[in-house]
């Protein structure tokens, strides 16, 4: 007997299931704020040299004085989305306005634009320039300690449980983002954003696991997708806050706040009792299955419905197998790429806001609402058309979208804004709806003993693309101009179409009898059709390597996004 069995007994998704899975959502309206925030706290204000002469200088023009100024000292922008050059202004005599005696200096003080944001911690700090390669380097950090906070703390919630992992999480998040707040130069800052990554990215992964340990197996495999609604909330929350505040540090706290809800939570949830089972701790086990068969109005009979102790252990095989043969080898790599170019892309333009054009709050607003259709269009077609089908028509469409704003930035301007938008928002919208395919479809193309370990190093190498989506989206800052504002999404698009190709080289799961051994797996897709997999029962430990698009090497890792 296994523990899926009892999940059975007392009710798969029931009362007791429902409450759970529905507090567990809520940290992944925290994350999204966390995964998306460094988008507006990095983002670079329009700028200009400070006029050393001018002790108030401001980047508003505050005079027609000021103005001559202005004109006197700062050099025209060779590029035609700033106004004035950015890293230089002209060194003259106060009492010599000739234009033959000025000289070219780089810039050691800046002025801010304050219309779109009050303050940044790139124009706090004047990340700019020959700075401007460190606002890459904190996003990259942040997503590098989401990655440590998979594997540290997936590690750490198998040996001490989900529910203290998740208090300690909890705890240093509470900590390291307060700090963040007052975060006095960059070094420390990136130090603290690490440790926001890990932190935040650990509570978000044991929440999923837990979540889907006390999942029934029928209803397991889409249990994943709706925690994703509550992370776009995230976004959308975070947009609001943005918008408001227009201020890094009031943003920063207004995301923080919320966590100290998240205390209560060691009195509010309950340790999972597979993990007790595995554990040997029977008793606690036992207690909290009598709890939920009660919840779910399941009579029990003499508060035991099996002896725990009896149950199957899950098989395991080597992760090795998956690249010692070809096929499997050729398979796996194919997934690696398109969980990095989903990875990548899903978090790159929403990194591109700030070259999009337009309302800079309006257009984050719009690439976070998107995601809603986008997860809902998933749950509603995934069976009808197939995982590859599905899978490959995502990352089709998205990704000649996002090829299609070099004609309307390069050739169309200004007042082609609106279309760039509407091709960015489509290259968003099939990333986010390829997350949800990705997680099925490889949880279904490893085989059933190695499949743990698989989707826990797909996990690991998405997040290989969200440490790479901050350089491809400030790329266009090397080119300039034009193409430079179009190159980051070009690059996107170019990587989706590539995976997209690639996903027709896979063989389809959907209606299809899945591979158990490494056997099974070699011959997958030359067999004819069997029974369908629409009402699969996929393992719990399977489900249990996923974590909302982070993952980690061991036996509970959880999806990602």
Known sequence: MKF??????????????????LLLCMPSVVTGCYMMILVFVMEPPEHRCKIPEWGNDTYAIQSEEHRKWINYTIPPSTDDQHTYDQCHYYAWSKNDRSFANRTVHECTEWVYDKTVFLETFTSRHNLVCGESIKTSMAEMVFYFGVLVGDISFGLLSDVIG??????ISVIILLASSSATVFAPEFYSFCVLEFINGAAVHGAFMVCCVLGLEMVGPSKRVWAGIPIHMFFAVGLVYLAGMEYFTRDWQ????????????????????????????????YEEANTIISKAAKANNVDMQDEKLVDLSTLDAPKQGNILELFKSKVLFFRTMILFFNWIVISMVYYGVTMHTGNLGGNFYLNFFILAVVEFPAKAMTMVLLNRIGRKKMHC??????GIACLSTVFTVVYGGDSFQPVTLTLAIIGKFGSAAAFGVIYIYSLELYPTVVRNGGMGMSSCVARVGGMVAPYVAKSGDLVGGRFGQALPLVIFGGCSVLAGI?????PETHNRKLPETIQDGKEFGRKPRGVSTANLVISSDT???????????????NKTE
């Open 4 to 21: 899926d069995d009892i999940l059975v007994q007392i009710g798969e998704f029931g009362y007791f299931q429902r409450r759970l899975y």
């Open 162 to 167: 989900r529910k203290k992992t998740f208090t």
């Open 250 to 281: 009031y943003v920063q706290i207004a995301i923080t706040a919320p966590v100290t809800f998240f205390l209560l939570y060691w009195w509010l949830i309950t340790e999972s009792p597979r993990w007790l089972t595995s554990q040997g701790r």
């Open 393 to 398: 028509t995502c990352m089709m469409i998205g």
């Open 502 to 506: 690639f996903t027709l080289f896979l």
């Open 543 to 557: 489900i249990n390597s996923i974590t909302n698009g982070k993952h980690h090497v061991t036996d509970e890792s």
